[in-house]
């Protein structure tokens, strides 16, 4: 079947109103379900994607996956089946937008009490996912609907389980997805996921901690190219909030609880039960009770939670807004390890950067491109104060292991282009800037 048109019947019982998105297998499309005269979201496996076995039995195995899993904030699947070699799978039509449409490297922080409200109604989620057991695999904020319901209360709405399994059941309920091989979205994927092991709620735990640490800063906890961000899951321990943007003032104890949920090791995360209920004992609203300090002075318990925080507002916290790039313009000096051809130094001048050759001295330098060098050089450099971007093969997962361990801000994979070198290093600039404040 060709692109559904508007007035399409399918199976009878939906009629296509219009088409909303389309993604790697699928597209979705608005209808109404004439039956029961309701709106609702018709998802279909594309027709190139249709006539393969292992795409049909994915996605009648999201459809069952999905329709066991019963909560406010799940999106809810009323049908699935085959029409005319098409598959499809209607489920409960949302208005409300991507946590996405919110939440970018562009956009202001979430305000704390927003963040851990929409925190707290997806860990209830991942409560009640983990009775069945199913873990979704692919928990990212352009999975997190932000709904409104009938009284006006924002609502959270989990979807797309498509990644997901139910773990240890039979038959054709079982998982397709084999043990080595990586499904998920780099930015938010668990150490075990990256390397491709069995998974358990743990790894979906991992994943909202990152979701929220990025609705906190506007950034994920991990920044690179996907061989990096891979790289940086499996051995790089995130930085708190509190010290990578300490411009960002957020309760001690969400900061903490965070940092637990991004542990490398599965078993050591909190379940999802203990994040939901610790997360709901962070009303930022309530009122302040009897404070305890630990012996380091460090605040802690409810004294950690009660943070003096600027004005909070629905959209944000409007004190907290990224740092902006510099201009194009403003001929920032880099420092240059090796030499570069005539092209790729205008290249980087047309984003703003001067190059100039570096051999020891970072007097006016904002930071240093490495390509070629070894760990020992970067973490030489990086000594001196200045932030160092290199580069690395995408497959070399030890060199670019032992270059993030030796301090390096940044990871171009090569083949390297001028344009990815300058978003590299105007990015370690921000960043360093930042860190500054």
């Known amino acids: 079947m060709d692109d559904l048109k508007a007035g399409s019947i399918v199976a009878g019982r939906f009629e296509i109103i219009r088409k909303l998105g389309e993604g790697g297998m699928g597209a979705v499309y608005q209808a109404t379900q004439l039956n029961l005269r309701r709106d609702v979201a018709l998802k279909v496996i594309l027709p190139e994607h249709a006539v393969s076995k292992g795409a049909r039995g994915r996605f009648e195995r999201e459809a069952r996956v999905a329709s066991a899993l019963r909560h406010p904030n799940a999106v809810e699947i009323y049908d699935f089946g085959e029409y005319e070699d098409t598959l499809y799978l209607a489920m409960e039509f949302l208005n409300g937008e991507t946590l996405r449409a919110f939440v970018d490297y562009d956009k202001p922080p979430l305000a704390p009490r927003r963040a851990i409200s929409i925190g707290t109604q997806v860990a209830d989620v991942l409560v009640a996912a983990s009775q069945i057991p199913l873990v979704h695999r692919d928990l990212k904020p352009e999975n997190i609907i932000l709904d409104r319901s009938a009284d006006g209360e924002e609502r959270v709405v989990v979807v797309d389980f498509g990644l997901a399994f139910i773990s240890e059941a039979d038959g054709d309920m079982g998982r397709l997805t084999r043990e080595g091989v990586v499904t998920g979205t780099p930015d938010y994927m668990s150490p075990e996921q990256a390397r491709g092991s069995a998974l358990t709620t743990a790894a979906d735990i991992y994943a909202l901690g990152c979701v929220m640490y990025e609705t906190l800063t506007s950034v994920p906890p991990f920044e690179g190219d996907p061989a990096i961000l ?44 203990k994040v ?127 270059l993030l361990r030796s301090g390096a801000a940044e990871v171009v994979i090569k083949p390297c282009q001028s344009d990815d070198v300058a978003r590299k290093l105007w990015r370690a600039i921000r960043k360093t800037a930042r860190r500054a404040k």
């Open 230 to 273: 891979l790289s940086r899951h499996l051995f790089v321990s995130p930085t708190p909030i509190r010290e990578a943007h300490p411009d960002i003032q957020i309760p001690g104890a969400l900061d903490d609880l965070l940092m637990q949920m991004l542990t490398k090791v599965p078993e050591d995360r909190p379940t999802a039960r």
């Open 276 to 402: 939901r209920d610790r997360l709901i004992e962070l009303d930022l609203g309530a009122p302040q009770r009897m404070s305890s300090a630990h012996s380091d002075g460090r605040m802690v318990g409810r004294a950690a939670r009660m943070v003096s925080l600027p004005p909070i507002t629905t959209h944000g916290n409007t004190g907290n807004q990224p740092t902006p790039l510099p201009p194009p313009n403003s001929d920032i000096r880099v420092g240059i390890v090796g030499g570069l051809d005539a092209d790729f130094q205008l290249g980087l001048a047309a984003n703003g950067l001067q190059c100039v050759a570096f051999e020891s001295d970072i007097t006016g330098l904002s930071a240093v491109f490495a390509p070629g060098v070894t760990p020992e050089r970067v973490k030489e450099v990086s000594s001196l104060g200045v932030p160092v971007v290199t580069d690395a093969e995408p497959s070399d997962l030890e060199r670019l292991s032992a």
